[in-house]
């Protein structure tokens, strides 16, 4: 049977000792350890953050080891790529002896003379430029209007460019002998070589420019036309005695090359106000005649130029044939205001000059009803001694024609004269008194090339007229003087 609880014995009673109640921290306790507790924190954030720091130090020391391991190894490889590649022997730089090709270096050098300025301002138009072009030697020169470059056979010259004072040059290549040229190895600075030059027991060391200096003329060009160069050469040599000189009217200082109205024909035109020089040529194949219609002014000085390559041959200009240039073509282009002559080995670029050429036709006569023909050598030689007895510019002459004679006159300030007198093979003129500039007259008969030609008249004040029955193409207008 069970015991219910309540009747259960109890154990006896054991006094207890009661534990006292924990007394409450007081308040400043609290805040003491509040603040102990946020100084902890403190301490293990900064623990913390020191260590990370500690691990970004690291990271960075390692990241710059590896770029300047990196940057140290590039600065290697650019070294490597950029290092000047051991020198090659230079074929071009050692002496090279050019007796072979003296003469015609020499006449390059004369051709270049007509257009590099002898006291330019600007010291690189005073140079001519040599171009090594493996065996050959291109020559240039330039006075801002007009460049000529010439080409010269050079075994064995090379590749190389410097340009060099162009007397400096003459002077040191003499007039006869071998030259020897040679370019310095190891110049200083290294854009600017030495030139040295052999001739004649002569050695000269010239310093040199920068060829890329030198300004060149390169517009571009239009369809070329070609004609032969006796053919030119006959129509400048013709027509350039009569170019004026006189810069007032710089419209006269050159020839007038056109196409005429009639066509089919080239045309060249010089006047100086007191004569006229005519003469035409067939039109050259390729040459567009709508395009010469109104016609360019070719100057003086490029007809100077330009004369030699062609084969000097009457030599009223005092230029010499240069044997380097055999060529018996020319070609030719025109744009705008410039002009490209191309003959064999020469180039040849001019400016035209800018200006409208004078009416010419307006001064040929056409009722010239006084003819006389007169053997040409003898009427040059009756002038020549006619005109020794006077010293004077302006060398009047009085021209006295009759039936079959012509008398000439000249007399002087001081009382002097000479006579001369010229048979005359057909007189439609009964008698007639002219007179004329004793040097004109001489000039005329000079590039007058038949042996017979015919004077024609209107009168004593009007111009005089010499044509060439076998050349009627060429026509000499003289203006009279007053006796």
């Not at 009673?13 to 507790?37: F, G, K, N, R």
């Not at 006449?107 to 690189?124: N, Q, R, W």
């Not at 111009?463 to 207008?477: A, E, G, K, M």
Request: hydrophobic fraction near 45%.
């Amino acid at each position: 049977m069970k015991i219910p609880e309540f009747f259960r014995r109890r154990p006896a009673h054991t006094p207890t000792v009661p534990t006292p109640a924990p007394e409450p921290y007081p308040l400043m306790d609290t805040v003491s350890a509040l603040a102990l507790w946020q100084t902890g924190r403190s301490a293990l954030a900064r623990s913390e953050t020191l260590a990370a720091g500690d691990a970004l130090a690291a990271t960075l020391e390692a990241t710059q080891a590896a770029l300047d391991t990196a940057m140290e190894a590039n600065a290697q490889r650019f070294l490597e790529a950029t290092a000047a590649p051991p020198p090659k022997p230079r074929k071009a730089k050692g002496p090279v002896v050019l007796s072979g090709f003296s003469a015609e270096l020499r006449a390059a050098l004369a051709l270049l003379g007509k257009v590099i300025e002898s006291k330019a301002t600007i010291p690189i138009l005073s140079c001519v430029r040599l171009d090594a072009e493996g065996d050959r030697l291109r020559l240039i020169g330039t006075n801002l209007d007009h460049d000529l470059s010439v080409m010269v056979e050079a075994p064995g010259i090379g590749e190389w460019s410097v340009a060099v004072e162009y007397k400096a040059l003459v002077k040191a290549i003499g007039k006869r002998g071998a030259v020897t040229l040679s370019v310095s190895d190891a110049p200083a600075p290294a854009d600017r070589p030495k030139l040295r030059v052999d001739a004649e027991g002569l050695t000269t060391t010239l310093i040199t420019l920068l060829p890329t200096d030198m300004p060149m003329m390169e517009p571009v060009w239009g369809k070329p036309f070609n004609m032969s160069g006796e053919h030119l050469r006959d129509l400048l040599e013709f027509t350039l005695p009569a170019v004026s000189m006189e810069e007032t009217r710089y419209y006269l200082n050159g020839i007038f090359l056109h196409v005429p109205a009639e066509g089919n024909r080239l045309r060249a035109v010089a006047t100086d106000g007191h004569r006229l020089l005519l003469d035409d040529v067939p039109t050259p194949r390729g040459l567009q005649a709508k395009d010469w219609e109104k016609g360019t002014i070719v100057p003086h000085r490029a007809i100077l130029a330009l004369l030699p390559l062609l084969g000097d041959t009457v030599g009223v200009t005092q230029a010499k044939h240069v044997p380097i240039n055999e060529a018996k073509g020319v070609n030719g282009q025109r744009l705008g205001s410039h002009l490209r002559f191309t003959s064999g080995k020469a180039c040849l670029i001019t400016k035209t000059i800018d200006g409208a050429y004078p009416d010419y036709t307006r001064v040929l006569p056409t009722a010239n009803d006084l003819v006389w023909d007169i053997p040409r050598a003898a009427m040059a030689e009756a002038v020549a001694k006619v005109r020794a007895v006077s010293q004077e510019k302006a060398q009047s002459i009085r021209l006295d024609l009759s039936a079959m004679l012509a008398k000439l006159t000249c007399k002087t300030m001081d009382g002097s004269d000479a006579t001369a007198t010229v048979p005359t093979a057909i007189a439609t003129g009964q008698t007639l008194t002219v007179g004329l500039n004793g040097r004109y007259v001489s000039v005329a008969l000079q590039v007058m090339t038949g042996p017979m030609l015919r004077w024609s008249f209107m009168d004593a004040c009007s111009p005089v007229v010499i044509t060439d029955p076998q050349n009627p193409s060429r026509i000499c207008l003289l203006m009279p003087l007053r006796l």
